[in-house]
């Protein structure tokens, strides 16, 4: 990380400049499914008023800064969580958590998924990390490929496998269109977890119905061969 030689404030200023009862109101009229979020961040810079934390970051007091000039604007909102999650902090981190699951309570789109998803993990809360990537391939805008991929790096990450099998099995018995990514992630878990026999069935079923020219098959057929008869 850079460090930068900006001031910093100490957070029980950053705390006193906000008006919290303006932004309630302006959530209460424009944007009333956001107010639950308002409060968590009240809460939050009670916190921070408290010397529990203490950001001291240039950027994201400016961010905080057009939170309070727009309270109700979910790029204002994504934009001061993105910071917070880039601190990589567990305070940070659960700023950023609050701020995703309003985005997510008002607008359930495959991007605030994610980022609520890859939020959770941050905070080792894995089920409910699982449990929201999940929710990805419910979207109209999402698709079963990424989520597949966050569902394996979730598996990864966590250590627990079996339940990566889990949720890429429910997700192949969805009939998504593009099934060999999923397929390819699966038998790279049942392999992980030691399953080798289910591994080699997903992945000569990709490389019976792949065309061979296709990355998903070549990767399939290396695999395939390193894991043998």
């Given at each position: 990380?850079?460090?930068h030689?900006?001031?910093?404030?100490?957070?029980?200023?950053?705390?006193k400049?906000?008006?919290?009862?303006?932004?309630?109101?302006?959530?209460?009229?424009?944007?009333?499914?956001l107010?639950?979020?308002?409060?968590?961040?009240?809460?939050?810079?009670?916190?921070?008023?408290?010397g529990?934390?203490?950001?001291?970051?240039?950027?994201?007091?400016?961010?905080?800064?057009?939170?309070?000039?727009?309270?109700?604007?979910?790029?204002?909102?994504?934009?001061?969580?993105?910071?917070?999650?880039?601190k990589?902090?567990?305070?940070?981190?659960?700023?950023?958590?609050?701020?995703?699951?309003?985005?997510?309570?008002?607008?359930?789109?495959?991007?605030?998924?994610a980022?609520?998803?890859?939020?959770?993990?941050?905070?080792?809360?894995?089920?409910?990390?699982?449990?929201?990537?999940?929710?990805?391939?419910?979207?109209?805008?999402?698709?079963?490929?990424?989520?597949?991929?966050?569902?394996?790096?979730?598996?990864?990450?966590?250590?627990?496998?079996?339940?990566?099998?889990?949720?890429?099995?429910?997700?192949?018995?969805?009939?998504?269109?593009?099934?060999?990514?999923?397929?390819?992630?699966?038998?790279?878990?049942?392999?992980d977890?030691?399953?080798?026999?289910?591994?080699?069935?997903?992945?000569?079923?990709?490389?019976?119905?792949?065309?061979?020219?296709?990355?998903?098959?070549?990767?399939?057929?290396?695999?395939r061969?390193?894991?043998?008869?």
């Amino acid at each position: 990380w850079m460090v930068h030689s900006f001031p910093t404030r100490r957070s029980s200023d950053l705390f006193k400049q906000v008006d919290f009862t303006e932004a309630r109101r302006s959530l209460e009229k424009n944007a009333p499914g956001l107010l639950e979020f308002g409060q968590r961040l009240e809460n939050a810079w009670a916190n921070l008023a408290k010397g529990r934390i203490g950001l001291g970051d240039a950027r994201i007091a400016e961010l905080e800064a057009e939170f309070q000039r727009h309270p109700g604007s979910p790029d204002a909102v994504l934009a001061l969580a993105d910071a917070y999650m880039a601190k990589n902090d567990l305070a940070s981190v659960r700023l950023a958590t609050a701020l995703y699951e309003a985005l997510v309570e008002t607008d359930p789109c495959d991007a605030f998924l994610a980022k609520l998803a890859d939020a959770y993990a941050r905070m080792f809360r894995f089920d409910l990390a699982f449990a929201t990537a999940a929710r990805r391939t419910w979207q109209p805008d999402g698709g079963f490929g990424k989520a597949a991929r966050q569902i394996a790096w979730l598996a990864a990450t966590s250590g627990d496998l079996p339940r990566g099998i889990f949720e890429l099995e429910r997700i192949l018995r969805q009939n998504p269109a593009d099934p060999e990514e999923v397929m390819l992630l699966l038998a790279g878990l049942y392999n992980d977890a030691g399953n080798r026999q289910q591994a080699r069935v997903l992945l000569d079923r990709i490389i019976a119905e792949t065309p061979a020219v296709l990355n998903v098959a070549k990767t399939a057929a290396a695999m395939r061969q390193e894991i043998g008869n």
